[in-house]
């Protein structure tokens, strides 16, 4: 006879709770999958701060930044949900992209959070072209540096 399969507690990609063999109240892992993939689908977060909002809204998705504070303390980095009153917090996984709506840009993780820094624009005169290209690689370096930009070909 073979030994029965042991699943994890949690899905591998975004770590939804799943539900075990026996687990009483089942509808409270299964809402809060739910409503943890109804926050992430749209990958955006309202804003990248350090402490929740005075008012915070069911469903509302921050990046926490350091120093995080108050019930957020000890989630630096993590994505903050608001579900059922509370917060859960999701860890990122490499590669992760999200749009910060409060800042207007994407950020990626990339073992951190990464955004791409606009590049100095060409200010004109006799060294145009020296400034030009300076901004041109300036540009490839924020687009790699963001992945819109693949490093190597496929």
Known sequence: MSDPIALASTSPTIGLPLLIPGQ????????????????????????????????????????????AAGAWA???GTLAVRIGGDWHFVAPREGMQVFDLSAGHAIVYRSE?????????????????????AAITSLIQALLAVGILATEAP
């Open 113 to 133: 959070w990464e955004s791409a820094a606009a590049p100095a624009e060409p200010a004109g005169g006799t060294i145009i072209d020296t400034q030009a290209r």
């Open 24 to 67: 009483a109240q089942k509808e409270f892992f299964v809402n809060q999958a739910l409503c943890l993939l109804d926050a992430l689908h749209p990958r955006t977060v309202t804003a990248s701060q350090p402490a929740p909002p005075q008012s915070p809204t069911e469903g509302d998705c921050f990046r926490v930044t350091a120093p």
């Open 74 to 76: 000890g989630y630096t």
